[in-house]
């Protein structure tokens, strides 16, 4: 089953994407800021929503990585 039709599977593409950007962005910033319109502006919204949400963020990936372990 594919990421679209699994929510869990959803949720979990989704805070990988938000925390690989927020860590690319803390590494090479120059590589996010640069495209900030378009559809890699995407990447750029993810790694400002890990900036700024990261305790939510993590408790997010807790939960996530409890919950797969779980099942």
């Not at 963020?57 to 099942?71: K, T």
């Given at each position: 089953?594919?990421?679209l039709f699994n929510f869990q599977s959803l949720m979990l593409v989704v805070l990988l994407t938000i925390c690989t950007c927020t860590y690319l962005r803390a590494q090479a910033p120059s590589l996010v800021d640069r495209n900030k319109t378009g559809f890699v502006g995407l990447f750029w919204k993810a790694a400002r929503i890990g900036e700024r949400l990261s305790p939510y963020?993590?408790?997010?990936?807790?939960?996530?990585?409890?919950?797969?372990?779980?099942?």
């Open positions: 089953m594919t990421a963020v993590s408790i997010a990936c807790f939960v996530m990585a409890f919950q797969l372990i779980m099942h």
